[in-house]
């Protein structure tokens, strides 16, 4: 008789057997749920990853240092507040709805500026407080932050035009036109570590056109800079830097923006008098207004996208300058306004001008955390350091007298810069609640007029 070994289950009680029932469906919930956020945290950090930033991919952990600022979407308000109630675009669910922006984490980003490897571009869009950015940073032309300093190669005694001058400014090598030779071949001028003032939002398109030594030579001056600063398009890091890069930048409001434009335009000479309101609804109106088109239409987005949003193509060769006609330029669309926000993940500080107030006194948690050689005292009387003296007569346009065909005019040029800096109002919110929550977690504590042991001919105060 063949002998076959049995098994026999266990007789269970009802009790143990529901006990045993919600264990094994518990078991099955958790592992679902741990598969769920697995998942999830692959598809964040492809997504991440995509941008291609050596900071992100050199192996920071991505904790809770890294906040998110969400879209405000359909039911947000505040940003109509901002024009009088003046609800002057028409815009689509689909339109106002944004995706997340996540800025860098400061505590690692502070690691690499400490060791050396680490560049931060200072993106300063006119007219939006960039000026006072350019004071807590200490860049500004009476600020010794960066040494040498490029600026006094300006207006050299004898020289109409500087070479080296113009290829940091503008990245243009002319020298049948531009043959001041000073500071050429100084060897204290071949291993820059800071750019404080350049002004072109073609940059990377002129240095691709420079002749190769020359492009060569500029390419190591970004590679060994700490600090690059200027009116400058978002993309600029391509031509080199230190090992890892962040980028900070503040936004206004865009009626007010192109408002304050028009007005230092005059105060500056730019626009000569007669000028008017008459000549402001004209310079809103005209496509082929002859001065201003890159600046009054979705110029924020422009900057912050830099991907087919400046000349149309049979004019790339041409310099793009802020006095481009808007008919020459390529129209904005979602797409460069989506662009915009996804370079925004390249940033470790976004503020508004409107509340720079709030991060003026946190100067010296500015000069630490990026390592400055110059701690700047906290500003906490406003920067006047590039400020536009309101006067009607001399043609200057007062915002609140606007009519309301003109403001929605400006709100119709600018429907992607509202969307831009509505998102922005949120992520300063968060920049300054994380550079306050980093100066607590590094125990930065500012003593004194001068500022971490600084003697006062190193620290500028406004």
Request: charged share 20%; glycine share 6%.
């Amino acid at each position: 008789m063949e002998f076959r070994p049995t098994f026999k289950f266990p007789q269970l009680s009802a009790s143990r057997r529901n006990c045993l029932v919600i264990i094994l469906f518990g078991w099955a919930a958790c592992s679902f749920l741990l598969q769920g956020l697995g998942a999830a945290y692959w598809a964040t950090w492809m997504s991440v990853s995509s941008l291609d930033h050596p900071f992100i991919l050199s192996g920071t952990d991505g904790k809770s240092d890294t906040l998110v600022a969400k879209g405000f979407g359909d039911n947000h308000t505040d940003i109509w507040k901002h024009l009088d109630g003046r609800e002057a675009l028409a815009l689509s669910k689909d339109e106002r709805q944004t995706s997340e922006v996540n800025l860098l984490p400061l505590e690692p980003l502070h690691e690499e500026f400490v060791a050396g490897r680490a560049t931060v571009f200072l993106l300063r869009i006119q007219k939006a407080a960039s000026s006072a950015l350019d004071v807590m940073f200490s860049t500004h032309k009476d600020m010794d932050e960066c040494q040498p300093n490029m600026r006094v190669l300006e207006d050299v005694e004898g020289e109409r035009c500087n070479q080296l001058f113009a290829l940091l400014h503008y990245a243009e090598y002319d020298p049948e036109t531009c043959g001041g030779l000073t500071a050429w071949d100084d060897p204290a001028w071949e291993s820059l570590d800071c750019i404080p003032w350049i002004f072109s939002y073609t940059y990377e398109e002129s240095w691709n056109r420079l002749p190769t030594p020359i492009q060569a030579r500029l390419r190591r001056a970004f590679q060994s800079s700490r600090l690059v600063s200027g009116h400058f398009s978002y993309g600029i890091h391509s031509i080199g830097h230190r090992g890892t890069f962040a980028y900070v930048t503040t936004l206004r409001h865009p009626v007010h923006r192109v408002v304050s434009w028009w007005n230092w335009s005059i105060q500056t000479g730019k626009l000569a008098p007669p000028v008017g309101e008459s000549a402001f609804e004209d310079f809103v109106r005209d496509a082929d207004f002859p001065v201003g088109g890159f600046q009054k239409s979705n110029h924020m987005t422009r900057v912050l996208c830099n991907q087919g949003t400046g000349l149309v193509s049979d004019l790339s060769e041409e310099r793009l300058s802020e006095d481009t006609p808007l008919e020459l330029l390529t129209e904005m669309t979602q797409e460069h306004y989506q662009c915009a926000l996804r370079n925004l993940q390249n940033f470790a500080l976004v503020f508004v001008s409107e509340l720079i107030s709030e991060v003026e006194p946190l100067a010296p948690l500015l000069s630490n955390l990026f390592h400055m050689r110059t701690t700047v005292a906290p500003l906490t009387n406003g920067t006047q350091s590039n400020p536009t003296i309101l006067d009607e007569s001399a043609g200057m346009v007062v915002r609140s007298k606007l009519s309301e065909a003109t403001t929605a005019k400006l709100m119709e040029l600018n429907k992607w810069d509202v969307l831009l800096y509505d998102k922005a109002r949120t992520l300063h919110d968060v920049s300054v609640a994380r550079l306050k929550q980093w100066g607590e977690n590094a125990k930065v504590e500012y003593k004194g007029d001068y500022g971490f042991g600084l003697s006062k001919s190193r620290v500028y105060k406004p």
